[in-house]
């Protein structure tokens, strides 16, 4: 028989929750996601600025961005709490941290950015009042030492931690940063850090393990992030698919499975069953044929932001995990660069024109 896997259980431990700062899916999709339809889209202000990341918490949209120019703004806010066909979601507010932010994940008053800089790899974003966010603390974790690739790439919030992951440089790539005063960071806020020897294009947390997504020939890398364990910061797992070229890209955890996105090559949608978290073991796979920028899973399906043309959105049907399969698309006139689902919504990031992209299923 196909092995079977739960797809209804959502985040009901309360302690996980409040880890995640309540970023976390509370509810099944519902609807015909065979066929997907855009329920509103905006653009940022000023346009066509280059989103590269999004987190959603109650209909509020926070985005990362990489603008072309030093002087525009690289996090915005948009408000999605009434949104409808005829009411598409608003800029509220707009901020230039610096050079440009690679990732955010929000939790509580708080934005946390990866930050595009060799002077101040992560920023934390005060946003209690989303009309006016203001930049409340830039920490660099080596200060006087960081060469040009010292900047973020990727991050996670977990457990008043942030674990942020930078492009390959000649110190670590990833640094655990106690963030449980943020407005008060000091050198003694490092409490580990790992060098890979490669750029971090991904994090997830669970319990006792990070599971970062690298273009190393292993695409998912275990780290022990038991502070009282004697691995404590050291490579305990990992995974290698058995097939194609691709890097590791985008990942999400639900339950005991990992859902491992990668670039283009071979297969690039893995499920991986991490019952024991430092042995991932294949439950089943995918060819998408393309490179899957970012994920989400809920319930049964797996929500895809792609760079493959005419099907930047997709979306899979994992009801036999064994064997995913395809099920609806939408077309997007740039790259999808980021993903969140939140009440039956999808809200999605783009390369360009209609940086934020929100999406539901069909009646």
């Not at 797809?7 to 066929?35: E, V």
């Not at 000091?186 to 669970?206: D, F, L, M």
């Not at 499975?257 to 991490?274: H, M, P, Q, S």
Request: net charge negative; proline share 6%; charged share 15%.
């Amino acid at each position: 028989r196909p092995q079977k896997i739960e797809f209804s259980t959502f985040f009901t431990d309360i302690k996980t929750a409040l880890a995640l700062g309540g970023d976390c899916a509370a509810d099944q999709p519902t609807g015909d996601w065979a066929h997907p339809t855009t329920l509103g889209s905006a653009d940022t202000t000023p346009p066509s600025i280059k989103a590269t990341d999004i987190d959603v918490l109650h209909k509020i949209v926070y985005m990362a961005a990489d603008p072309s120019s030093a002087s525009d703004p690289d996090f915005f806010i948009f408000d999605a709490r009434n949104i409808t066909v005829a009411t598409p979601p608003a800029q509220v507010s707009s901020l230039n941290t610096g050079p440009g932010l690679a990732g955010v994940d929000v939790a509580g008053s708080y934005a946390y950015g990866a930050n595009d800089s060799k002077n101040g790899q992560l920023q934390i974003i005060d946003i209690s009042t989303i009309a006016t966010p203001s930049v409340k603390t830039t920490f660099n974790i080596a200060p006087g030492g960081a060469d040009s690739n010292t900047v973020g790439t990727s991050i996670y919030y977990y457990d008043s931690k942030i674990y942020l992951g930078l492009k390959k440089n000649t110190h670590a790539e990833l640094y655990v940063i106690d963030v449980s005063d943020p407005l008060s960071l000091s050198p003694g806020s490092i409490k580990g850090s790992y060098e890979v020897g490669a750029t971090i294009n991904a994090i997830y947390v669970r319990g006792n393990y990070a599971y970062i997504a690298t273009p190393n020939s292993e695409e998912l890398t275990i780290i022990d992030i038991d502070e009282t364990s004697p691995t404590f910061m050291e490579r305990v797992g990992g995974f290698n698919a058995p097939l194609g070229s691709g890097n590791g890209k985008s990942l999400k955890i639900v339950g005991n499975i990992l859902y491992l996105g990668r670039t283009v090559g071979g297969k690039e949608f893995y499920i991986l069953d991490i019952t024991n978290p430092i042995a991932p073991t294949i439950v089943g796979s995918y060819d998408v044929n393309s490179s899957i920028n970012d994920l989400v899973v809920a319930g049964r399906y797996a929500f895809l932001a792609t760079s493959e043309a005419n099907r930047e959105f997709q979306v899979l049907d994992m009801y036999n995990p064994a064997t995913p399969v395809f099920l609806g698309k939408y077309n997007f006139s740039e790259k999808a660069t980021g993903i969140e689902y939140e009440d039956n919504l999808i809200y999605i990031s783009n390369e360009n024109q209609d940086a934020l992209r929100i999406v539901t299923s069909g009646p």
